[in-house]
């Protein structure tokens, strides 16, 4: 099961992103799926996350701003980013929680991280 992520780059202060993050490889199902950031010199913090059942949770900084959703057919899980501002600025990372067999426990997988950078 490998994770993709795609379509961080630089944006101006106030400006929007989607990301996204497929899951490709041969799994079951699929649990959680949530975005992190990582800032330079700083720890990774959740962004936000959707279940299965489409609940999401999202950090203070980004509530109102950032919306999750997934699209369970594509495996894949979105982060539309509007109104961005420069503390904004980090790696966002993906992670999906994978069963790849009915009898097994879900497995986290990570993607590789894409940029972004909000320009003020």
């Known amino acids: 099961v490998q994770l993709q992520a795609s379509g961080g780059g630089l944006v101006q202060a106030g400006g929007s992103l989607r990301l996204s993050c497929a899951a490709s490889?041969?799994?079951?199902?699929?649990?959680?799926m949530g975005w992190y950031r990582q800032a330079p010199g700083e720890q990774r913090e959740l962004v936000a996350s959707?279940?299965?059942?489409?609940?999401?949770n999202y950090g203070d900084s980004v509530k109102g701003r950032f919306t999750i959703s997934r699209d369970n057919a594509k495996a894949t899980v979105y982060l539309q980013m509007n109104s961005l501002k420069s503390e904004d600025t980090a790696v966002y990372l993906c992670k999906q929680n994978i069963r790849k067999l009915p009898h097994l426990a879900g497995m986290d997988y990570w993607g590789k991280g894409t940029l972004v950078t909000v320009s003020s």
């Open positions: 959707i279940s299965s059942g489409g609940s999401t």
């Open positions: 490889g041969i799994f079951y199902s699929i649990n959680d």
